[in-house]
C-alpha cells in the first residue's frame, strides 16, 4: 500500500500571505488530484493533474505535478479567510480504481 | 452543476442492527465507489462497483458489507449487523470511468453506532 505524505499537517497563516503545501510518494502514480474537506462534508475536487510536469491555475491556486509524478505541490497566492480547510491529495495507481489519499494539510487563514 | 448525493445524512442506530446507506451517483456516470473516514483519520476506499459488480474491494470490505444498484438511479451500501467501530463518515462517489477519471463524491452519511 503506497503511503501519501503531506506536509506540514497543520498550517496557521494570516490572510495576504503564500503559501505551498506538499504531497509526496515514493511511488509513481497515473494521475493525482487535490481535494479541499469542510468539516461534515464530503471532499470537493479542486484539480486533476495527470502529465508529469503539469501545472495548473485555479484563480490564486496553483498546482504542480512533479516531473517524475510521484509529488504534487499546491501554491495560494494571497490567502483569505475562505481558503481555510483540510486540503488532500489523492492517487489512483495504474490499473486500480480506487483513489489513496493522503493524510491532509489542514489550514487556517487568520483574517 | 450535477452533483453525487447521499441520504440520510445521520444516521444512529443499535450495535447489530443493520443499515443502508443510500447513494444517487451523477446520472451519466459508470463507475461507483463507497469511502469511509473514521473521525480524524484519512478517507479510506471500501469498494467499487461497475456492470452490476463489486470490481475492486479493500479488506475492510468483510462479509458484513454488501452493495447494490437496485435500479437505474440509486446505489446502495448495507452493513448487515454493525459494530462500533464502523462509526464513521460514508462518502459516495461516482465517475464516468475509470482508472484515471475523476470521481465526484456526495456529502456523505455520518453514521453513529451505540
Known amino acids: 500500500t503506497q503511503l501519501l505524505e503531506q506536509s506540514p499537517q497543520f498550517l496557521s497563516i494570516q490572510e495576504g500571505e503564500n503559501l505551498t503545501v506538499y504531497c509526496n510518494s515514493s511511488?509513481?502514480?497515473?494521475?493525482l488530484q487535490w481535494y479541499r474537506q469542510e468539516p461534515g462534508e464530503g471532499p470537493v475536487l479542486l484539480v486533476t493533474v495527470v502529465t508529469g510536469g503539469e501545472v495548473k491555475k485555479l484563480k490564486r491556486l496553483t498546482f504542480q505535478f512533479g516531473d517524475a509524478r510521484k509529488d504534487s505541490s499546491l501554491h495560494i497566492t494571497a490567502a483569505q479567510p475562505g481558503d481555510t480547510g483540510l486540503y488532500l491529495c489523492a492517487v489512483c495507481n495504474f490499473g486500480n480504481e480506487k483513489l489513496t489519499f493522503g493524510t491532509g494539510t489542514r489550514l487556517t487563514i487568520i483574517p | 452543476e450535477p452533483e453525487v448525493t447521499q441520504t440520510p445524512s445521520h444516521q444512529v442506530t443499535q450495535m447489530g442492527q443493520e443499515v443502508i446507506l443510500r447513494c444517487v451517483p451523477i446520472s451519466n456516470h459508470l463507475y461507483f465507489y463507497w469511502y469511509r473516514q473514521i473521525l480524524g483519520q484519512k478517507v479510506e476506499f471500501l469498494v467499487s462497483f461497475y456492470n452490476n459488480e463489486i470490481s475492486e474491494k479493500s479488506e475492510i470490505f468483510d462479509d458484513q458489507f454488501s452493495v447494490e444498484r437496485p435500479d437505474g438511479s440509486n446505489f446502495t451500501l448495507k452493513i448487515r449487523s454493525t459494530k462500533l467501530e464502523d462509526s464513521a463518515m460514508y462518502f459516495c462517489?461516482?465517475?464516468?470511468?475509470?482508472?484515471?477519471?475523476?470521481?465526484?463524491f456526495g456529502p456523505g452519511t455520518r453514521l453513529l453506532v451505540l
Open positions: 511511488s509513481v502514480f497515473s494521475s
Open positions: 462517489a461516482s465517475s464516468t470511468r475509470a482508472p484515471r477519471e475523476t470521481q465526484y
